[in-house]
Nanobody
Framework: QVELVESGGGRVQAGGSLKLSCAASGFPFTDYGMAWFRQTPGKKREGVACITFTGNGQYYADFAKGRFTISRNQFEKEAYLQMEKLKVDDTGTYYC???????????????WGQGIQVNVFS
């Protein structure tokens, strides 16, 4: 049974930081690219960042470049999203996802987590 379980969300003041974690099980983690998506109020779900199955490549949406860092721990079977300099506009539900290669296209994802809430206040 495939599971992706997000953790680390919460409330943070604008300018602050949060680190999201995604614990994976039920599929060969080291063969899959991992990604983070988000859905902010009034918008469609969008890709934030992805990391290749080896961890050697990372790709970011424009809004995430310079502020967010995606990483993974092959031994722990976890993926992470370190978010810095958070803005009120970053408020939303963040999802962990997986597919066989790195992608920021929602339709291409094979597995999804349930999502976790991030609230950034001014």
């Amino acid at each position: 049974q495939v599971e992706l379980v997000e953790s680390g969300g919460g409330r943070v003041q604008a300018g602050g930081s949060l680190k999201l974690s995604c614990a994976a099980s039920g599929f060969p983690f080291t063969d899959y690219g991992m990604a983070w998506f988000r859905q902010t109020p009034g918008k469609k779900r969008e890709g934030v960042a992805c990391i290749t199955f080896t961890g050697n490549g990372q790709y970011y949406a424009d809004f995430a470049k310079g502020r967010f860092t995606i990483s993974r721990n092959q031994f722990e079977k976890e993926a992470y999203l370190q978010m810095e300099k958070l803005k009120v506009d970053d408020t939303g539900t963040y999802y962990c996802a997986a597919r066989s290669w790195c992608s920021l296209e929602e339709a291409e994802m094979e597995f999804w987590g349930q999502g976790i809430q991030v609230n950034v206040f001014s």
